[in-house]
C-alpha cells in the first residue's frame, strides 16, 4: 500500500464515525468531506496514467493534464448532488465549499507526506494557496452552476465554460507554482489575493439581490430548472 491510499485511510476513518454519529441532519457535511477525498485520490491516479501514456514530464502534467482532470472530478460529486437530491441553494454552496475544501486538504496532507514538514514557511504558503486556488475554482464552477442551470438553453454551454474556466485557473496557478522562485512565491500569492479581494468586493458591492441568496427564502434548487 503506498502512502497515498494510508493518507486516504488515516482521513476518511475519523469522517465515516463521524458521519455514523452525526446523525441524519449533519451526516451530509462528512459525506461532502469523503467526497473530495475520493475524488482528490482518484485524481492521482488519473493524473498518474494520462502522465505515463502521453510521456509528459513533471511540469507538462502538472500544467496540462491535472488541472483538467481534477477540476471534472470536483464538478462530478457536486452535479451528482444536485440532479439526484435537488438541494436547496444554501445547501449547494454548503457542498462546494465542502468538496473543494477537502479536496485541498488531501492534496496537502499527500504533499506533507511526501516531502516532509522542515520547510515551515513554504508549507504555510502552499497550504493557504493551494486551499484557497481549488476553493476559487470550485466556487467558480459550483455558484456559476446555480445561475446557469436556471436557464435550460444555457445548461451545457455554460457548465463546459465555467469549467474551461475553472481549468484555465488551476493551470495559471501550476503554472507558476511548477517555475520555482520568486514566479512561484507569485504563484501561492495569487489565489490568496484573488480571494481577498472577492471578499472585499462582496463586503463594498453585496452579494447580488437574488432570492437564492436570502437564507430566510431560499428555495429549492429544482425551481432553478
Known sequence: MTYIESVFICLTAPMLVGAICAGRKYCRAFVFVIAGYVACLLAAYINSFFARFYG??????????????????????????ILIFEP???????????????????ENACYLTEHGATQVLHLLMRGFGAGAMHIICGVLIGYGLIFIWKYPWLKLAGTFGLLCAAITYHAIFN????????????????????????????RIIGYPQDPIYKEDKSEDFEATF
Open 56 to 81: 509528459a514530464d513533471i511540469v507538462a502534467a502538472a500544467v496540462e493534464i491535472a488541472p483538467v482532470v481534477e477540476e471534472i472530478l470536483k464538478l462530478l460529486p457536486l452535479v451528482f448532488y
Open 175 to 202: 503554472l507558476l507554482v511548477s517555475a520555482g522562485g520568486a514566479m512561484q512565491t507569485l504563484g501561492y500569492l495569487f489565489p490568496i489575493v484573488t480571494v481577498t479581494l472577492g471578499i472585499i468586493i462582496m
Open 88 to 106: 436547496k441553494t444554501k445547501d449547494a454552496q454548503m457542498a462546494i465549499f465542502t468538496i473543494a475544501a477537502s479536496f485541498a486538504t488531501f
